[in-house]
């Protein structure tokens, strides 16, 4: 067998279905921190948003020099919420899981494992489930 080459090189965009864009676009920007990147109508009159995490506006990418965005996108009439297994990072997640949980942020406890670093899982408004694991030190 030989090696397959891929022409994908990273992973540029996650969207996250929502049920009000304006709700959603509060809560990740102002109860995760999230930078809005983009925000604009679209030609079919939608709004097309972009948000990054821990994002530094002036590069574009996130506090761990990624460039993921994450989009706010209308959810399908219908469609089932749930996990949408986005892992998301953090520098201490006890502090994290603290912040959330004081925002009012529907949060799990948090997961210690020997070996693994600690995780939680949280939901945003609309029911989409999260995992924000500490990096390691």
Same mark, same amino acid.
């Given at each position: 067998?030989?090696? $397959?080459? *891929?022409?994908?090189? @990273?992973?540029? %965009? !996650?969207?996250?279905?929502?049920?009000?864009?304006?709700?959603?676009? =509060?809560?990740?920007?102002?109860?995760?921190?999230?930078?809005?990147?983009?925000?604009?109508?679209?030609?079919?009159?939608?709004?097309?948003?972009?948000?990054?995490?821990?994002?530094?506006?002036? $590069?574009? *990418?996130?506090?761990? @020099?990624?460039? %993921? !965005?994450?989009?706010?996108?209308?959810?399908?009439?219908?469609?089932? =919420?749930?996990?949408?297994?986005?892992?998301?990072?953090?520098?201490?997640?006890?502090?994290?899981?603290?912040?959330?949980?004081?925002?009012?942020?529907?949060?799990?406890?948090?997961?210690?494992?020997?070996?693994?670093?600690?995780?939680?899982?949280?939901?945003?408004?609309?029911?989409?489930?999260?995992?924000?694991?500490?990096?390691?030190?």
């Amino acid at each position: 067998m030989s090696a $397959t080459t *891929t022409h994908i090189t @990273g992973i540029r %965009t !996650v969207s996250i279905p929502v049920q009000d864009q304006d709700a959603a676009l =509060r809560f990740y920007v102002d109860t995760l921190g999230f930078t809005t990147r983009r925000d604009g109508p679209t030609s079919d009159g939608g709004r097309w948003i972009e948000l990054s995490p821990g994002s530094d506006v002036s $590069t574009g *990418t996130g506090a761990g @020099g990624g460039t %993921t !965005v994450v989009t706010l996108e209308p959810a399908v009439p219908g469609q089932s =919420r749930g996990e949408i297994t986005i892992r998301f990072t953090t520098d201490d997640a006890e502090a994290a899981h603290a912040a959330l949980k004081a925002a009012g942020v529907d949060t799990d406890e948090i997961l210690r494992w020997p070996g693994v670093p600690a995780m939680f899982s949280f939901r945003d408004p609309d029911g989409n489930v999260f995992s924000l694991t500490e990096t390691a030190a």
